[in-house]
């Protein structure tokens, strides 16, 4: 059984009030919402959707900015967390930085992307960017007290990630430069943590890295994707990292060894009050069916990182 549900959602809290999503709320200019959506993997012109998705990632994009309309509040931040469109062309990315420009003009808002292993960079940059950024695309924003960090983990050619290190050295001079403001990081691949034992073969490569620039300094939390499952966890020192679903097709990886793939459609709102993060998970589509399997051999981190990095 497949079918769209309409405001039906999954949530937690860590520290804070939840969003009244039944009446609209007074938001006080400590407040923000922050909406996080991962994983599209939004088809190439002329393509068929990946893993035999019966509805198209882009009518599945269009259904959850339909239920960000809906929302009882504007938001003051829209990311997405990468693996965008799934192997495209620069004219996809022209495709897709259109939608966006209505997104920022529709909801009066800052929208930043992310790069994942799945997207072309040089499609990318060729597509979306006015300009070549260099080696990664990584920048950072400010709103009130926060800080937003947007780093860029894709290694062409690997599934898994890194973070080089002149883009970690970047991170710890903005850091240092802004002890009072409380940083928030967006990144694909997720960090290591106790729900990622069966994923090391795919996931931040460099932990340790960046938890050592991290440590000392106010961070409010981690948001990342990749794997197509929700998860949260607190490692380092005492960095929260939430893990969002996707927005195309989630992964069932209880197997280690063979993944499981329904049709999905999942989106999650970041509210940030006073330092305090509260996060709700809003599930729009879930299939039943399994549409398609991975077979993965090993599951270890792997063992010769790419030059550079």
């Not at 198209?56 to 990311?79: E, M, N, S, Y």
């Not at 909801?107 to 499609?123: K, P």
């Not at 034992?197 to 948001?223: C, D, E, K, W």
């Not at 060894?257 to 999942?266: C, K």
């Amino acid at each position: 059984m497949m079918g769209w549900l309409n405001f039906t959602f999954a949530s937690y809290i860590i520290g804070s009030r939840l969003v009244n999503l039944q009446g609209r709320e007074v938001i006080s200019m400590q407040r923000l919402h922050v909406i996080q959506i991962s994983d599209p993997h939004l088809t190439p012109h002329g393509q068929v959707s990946v893993h035999h998705q019966q509805i198209d990632p882009w009518v599945k994009l269009a259904t959850i900015i339909d239920d960000i309309r809906q929302l009882p509040f504007q938001p003051d931040l829209i990311v997405f967390t990468g693996d965008l469109i799934h192997d495209g062309g620069a004219d996809d990315y022209q495709r897709l930085h259109a939608v966006i420009h209505t997104m920022k003009s529709e909801f009066n808002c800052h929208v930043r992307v992310i790069l994942g292993n799945h997207d072309c960079r040089e499609a990318f940059y060729e597509g979306y960017l006015p300009a070549d950024p260099g080696p990664y695309y990584a920048n950072r924003m400010r709103l009130g007290n926060n800080d937003f960090y947007f780093l860029d983990s894709k290694v062409s050619g690997y599934e898994a990630g890194w973070l080089a290190p002149e883009q970690l050295k970047w991170l710890g001079k903005h850091l240092r430069q802004a002890p009072t403001k409380r940083a928030f990081l967006f990144l694909h691949h997720p960090l290591d943590g106790p729900t990622m034992t069966n994923m090391h073969y795919a996931i931040l490569q460099n932990t340790p890295a960046l938890l050592s620039v991290l440590r000392g300094h106010n961070v409010g939390g981690v948001f990342t994707g990749h794997v197509h499952f929700s998860t949260s966890y607190v490692i380092g020192d005492h960095v929260l990292n939430v893990v969002a679903g996707s927005a195309s097709y989630d992964v069932n990886c209880i197997n280690p060894h063979q993944h499981r793939i329904r049709e999905s459609s999942r989106y999650q709102i970041i509210t940030i009050d006073h330092g305090q993060v509260g996060i709700v998970e809003r599930q729009l589509l879930q299939g039943s069916a399994i549409i398609d399997q991975l077979s993965i051999g090993s599951t270890r981190f792997i063992g010769k990182r790419p030059t550079g990095y």
